[in-house]
């Protein structure tokens, strides 16, 4: 096996990901897609028909299996450094991937829709119980920004420390403000310990 | 790559017949850690191919700049567990490069070349 580095004079870049999180159609693709240098890419994980995560092939053939599609996008920073964006698989039964996309990444965006906070506290649980960092963002579908920043943060029971901030997922300076939040709110957390 | 619409139900087989066939049910038991986002290139020594299946190359050809194990997975439109053996293949034959290192959460100044970065496009 070669590591990059011993013989070779090609370099790979160091990659780091951030995770797009939040319920059902709260607008994650839209904001991969909106940010990503490419169109999303779709990655597939197997699935026995029971739910269970195929990580070995050994065994499963003949047997039942279903996909889980994840989305993701890329912005290549620099030659040495590249910042993957993956947005979460909808359905929350899928935890083991999340614990993937969670492990060792930036922080995570949680993507609210006011029509339906509660679709949200799912990933909030998540990200709050195994310390990542996060920022909330405030999906404004059309004419749906009900309430303020305030109440939001109020609604989803959140501590001072998390930043809530109102987007547009569909828009790409809206989106960077975004991932530029959570990016500062790393390096708060960074500092802070 | 053509015709995924019967991948998953080629239905005189039985589901998942072709990616257990690529991989010929092989486990992976010294493959490297290949997470997501774990960066793999096609070395500039690699070996001769002749002797590599049709999937192997195609990882060969775009692993000619670098890219994560998913970007990998999602040009070639196979299931991550599927392009992982692939991958631990050719990384033993010494020809595709992988970072060797599990995710680590950034430290400040790759953090700050992140933010830079994102505030540049
Ligand atoms: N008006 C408006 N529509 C949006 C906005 N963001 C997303 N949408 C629309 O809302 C729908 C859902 O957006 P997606 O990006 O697919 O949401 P998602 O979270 O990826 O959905 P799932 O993956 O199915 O959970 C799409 O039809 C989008 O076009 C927004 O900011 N404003
Ligand atoms: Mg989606």
Redesign the pocket.
Known sequence: MVFVGSDDQLTVPTAVKIVIA????????????SVSEIPPLQTEELLTEAGVHVDDLAGIEGKDTTTVAL?FGRITINTKVVLYLF?T??QNRFWFMWDELATGAIGAVV?VDTRRLDSSFPSIDFFEHRGIPFVVAV????G?QLYTVDEVRHALDLDDAIPVVL?????RESSKTVLVGLIQHSMNRLAAV | MTAREDWWYDEAAGPLVRPYAMVRGRTRPNAPDLHLVTQVRASSFASDQTSLTVEHREIMALCARPLSVAEVAAYLDVPLVVVKVLLSDLIERGDVLVQNSSPQIPDRDLLQAVLDGVRGI
């Open positions: 939040g319920g059902f159609g709260t607008g994650k693709t839209t904001m991969v897609a989305d947005g698989p909808g993507l999906n404004c579908f059309d749906s987007c547009d997922a569909r828009d």
